[in-house]
């Protein structure tokens, strides 16, 4: 192969005008992506966004009313979902009470048509548990483990039959906080341990951002972006991404001048803000609707009598709440004209924040390349 050559991806998903209707429902509508062979792949969006309809059509669960799913390069429309190379943890775990650790996790090889020797079962049942940091537990019975550990034996009951993938519908949805994010770290070393394609559905854009190599949003059953977190975060394509993910301000008003990649957005308040215009996206046009979104981490926070003259953008405003974070504090400022905006101040190189408290007078100020000007939609 010359160093010019291309070299070819392999898709363990892919889905070629799929859509899929429930009487009048229109679930998925015309829906084609691919997803790589090995990599932690998201479904992000609201409930009826099609994210779980999408799942379900690579489960065999349903079948597409239009359009071609295909694992591992092989079409699997027509194939049940007991004969797909594929395995879904579910938000319940769904884990047999009446079974200790041990006999949940070999029941997938003991079904099995010609089933696998007792001792190939052991020895594949101790590898599991291993893998998921279990070894010791195989004759605990399932109402003995916390939250995690429950999880856990999921995992290894849906991995012992070596999977093309590993489904997983809102998995961690059952977790208290400290526990999800835990698990979100373990989650993401067992797909690079194991090297299995990972397709995780959830509503949460946190836990979407932090384990997946790509996600796709959806929207009313079709993709409104498909990328990376990095992407997704820093370069939405409209003003529904940038809002699903993450936290975000909007200055809503109209485009009134574009210069090259430079925009100006006259808000409602007749104020006019420069940003810049998102990557890859359909170029605004004049009188177009737009927001101005800025991220709450690229805003600076100061007393009002400490206004920065270096500043693209300066608001003036009262602080009318405060959350401390730890390392961080979370402001709401009340602006005249402007509605609420959102400031994230974190702690400084002493271990010091910004200290302010309801009430305080204040300016808050950005940089016109830290705004996005994003169309509706």
């Known amino acids: 192969m010359t160093a010019q050559s291309k070299i070819t991806k392999t898709y363990d998903i892919e889905f070629k005008g799929v859509t899929k209707r429930f009487g009048d429902v229109l679930a998925v509508d015309n829906v084609s992506l691919s997803v790589e062979r090995g990599s932690f792949f998201s479904f992000l969006g609201p409930s009826g966004c099609g994210k779980t309809s999408s799942l379900r059509l690579i489960a065999g669960f349903d079948q597409p009313t239009e359009g071609d799913v295909y694992i591992a390069g092989q079409s699997v429309v027509g194939t049940p979902s007991h004969k797909r190379p594929v395995n879904m943890v579910f938000q319940q775990y769904a884990l047999f009470p009446h079974m200790n650790v041990c006999d949940n996790i070999a029941y997938g090889l003991r079904q099995r048509s010609p089933r696998p020797s007792k001792q190939e079962i052991l020895k594949r049942v101790d590898e599991t548990l291993e893998m998921v940091r279990l070894s010791g537990y195989g004759n605990r019975r399932v109402w003995e483990l916390s939250g ?35 698990m979100q770290m373990e989650l993401q070393t067992l797909q690079r341990d194991v090297g299995i394609t990972f397709i995780l559905v959830t509503h949460d854009q946190e836990e979407a951002l932090s384990m997946s190599d790509r996600i796709c949003i959806m929207r009313e059953g079709q993709i409104v972006q498909l990328g990376s977190p990095r992407d997704l975060y820093d370069d939405p394509k409209n003003r529904y991404v940038a809002d699903f993910v993450g936290k975000t301000n909007f200055f809503d008003g109209q485009v009134c001048d574009i210069n090259g990649a430079g925009v100006t957005v006259q808000l409602d308040s007749g104020l006019s803000l420069l940003g810049a215009a998102p990557k890859n996206v359909p170029q605004l046009i004049n009188g177009s609707k737009a927001s101005i979104a800025v991220r709450p981490e690229m805003i600076t926070i100061a007393a009002a009598d400490q206004v920065n003259s270096n500043a693209g953008v300066s608001l003036p405003g009262k602080v009318i709440n405060r959350i401390f974070l730890g390392e961080r504090s979370e402001y709401l400022i009340e602006t005249q004209g402007h509605g609420e905006v959102l400031v994230l101040s974190p702690k400084n190189i002493t271990g010091s924040t910004q200290s302010f408290v309801p009430g305080d007078q204040v300016s808050i100020s950005w940089q016109p390349e830290s705004a996005l000007v994003l169309a509706d939609t």
Request: aromatic share 0%; charged share 30%.
């Open 148 to 182: 995690g550990q429950q999880q856990r034996v999921a995992l290894a009951r849906a991995l012992i039959n070596r999977p093309t993938c590993l489904l997983l519908d809102e998995p961690l949805a059952a977790l208290d906080r400290k526990l999800r994010s835990e």
